[in-house]
């Protein structure tokens, strides 16, 4: 494997500009192995994840949750990622093994995997009452663009978003990543011209990656001319938190007559992570004592 997956979180000097830098070539190719994804897929996943991962690097507290799902008209279903604040993320696609050919600049067809007709919808939760939830419609499916709509219109923050993943000839994960730059309040017109005129200018972020560029390189090649600091790092990994003791809660949470079924009918359950594939069994004895801790 190659250097590990990380984040960088830096700022200009006077606080208006922030920006977001991930490799996840490592964590989508863990997510690429464990849904045996198709190669439009992996590049559909990982691109998600990757934002997913810098959208939960942005929430305050260890405890909060991220969870962000696009939803589109396309073979793909819907895609959902859960990120947490300590870098730890985790998804799955509804149908990993759809697949499109490649576009006419041998480029995969994510768009079209996703399908441009849908939603993009962010549920953080916070530990309070009721989550927040932020919805946008899909524009490209190609994602990146569908978060930077989400930002503008949700979220009112101007943002420019940017996620890659190279897929390798033996269908493996060769490189991914991405960046979230955002503008805040008091920027210049100055500064706008100049970033848009050094993003512009930026190869491919699959690109960057793959030619073993750190983020801190990319971050020079984004906000070399500003006055820029580092004031976050972070490391990335794609893990799955699901337990016995949860799969547990979500039968318990089925109720009763549900538990019933479970036992005359199958003579016991077995419940399927969708988010690492992992099987838990509960024969018919589990069940019934769930029905006496109920």
């Known amino acids: 494997m190659n250097m590990r997956d990380y984040l960088i979180k830096a700022m200009d000097e006077e606080g208006r500009i922030r920006v977001y830098i991930a490799k996840s070539t490592n964590l989508v190719e863990k997510a690429r192995q464990t849904h045996n994804t198709s190669p439009t897929a992996t590049a559909a996943l990982g691109r998600t994840l990757t934002a997913g991962a810098i959208m939960g690097a942005m929430m305050k507290n260890e405890q909060d949750v991220l969870t962000l799902r696009i939803a589109g008209n396309g073979p793909a279903g819907n895609i959902y990622v859960v990120a947490r604040q300590n870098g730890r993320i985790k998804g799955y696609i509804d149908n990993p093994a759809a697949d499109l050919p490649s576009k006419g600049n041998g480029k995969l067809d994510v768009g079209g995997l996703v399908g441009e007709n849908g939603s993009l919808t962010i549920i953080m939760d916070l530990g309070l009452k009721e989550p927040y939830v932020g919805q ?155 029905l006496v801790d109920n």
């Open 136 to 290: 946008s419609n899909l524009v490209t499916g190609e994602i990146a663009e569908d978060l930077a709509n989400y930002y503008a219109f949700s979220e009112q923050v101007p943002s420019a978003v940017n996620l890659g993943v190279l897929v390798d000839k033996d269908i493996s994960v060769k490189a991914a990543g991405g960046f979230i730059l955002q503008l805040l309040p008091g920027v210049s017109d100055e500064d706008i011209d100049k970033i848009e005129e050094n993003l512009a200018k930026l190869e491919p972020m699959s690109t960057m990656i793959d030619k073993k560029m750190s983020p801190e390189e990319i971050l020079d090649r984004i906000l070399g001319n500003f006055n820029i600091k580092i004031i976050d790092r972070l490391d990335l990994e794609y893990i799955c938190d699901c337990s016995r003791e949860r799969m547990e809660k979500i039968l318990r949470s089925l109720g009763e007559g549900e538990i019933r079924d479970m036992i005359e009918e199958d003579g016991g359950a077995e419940i399927v992570c969708h988010f690492c594939n992992s099987k838990y069994k509960f024969n018919k004895e589990e069940l019934e004592n769930l």
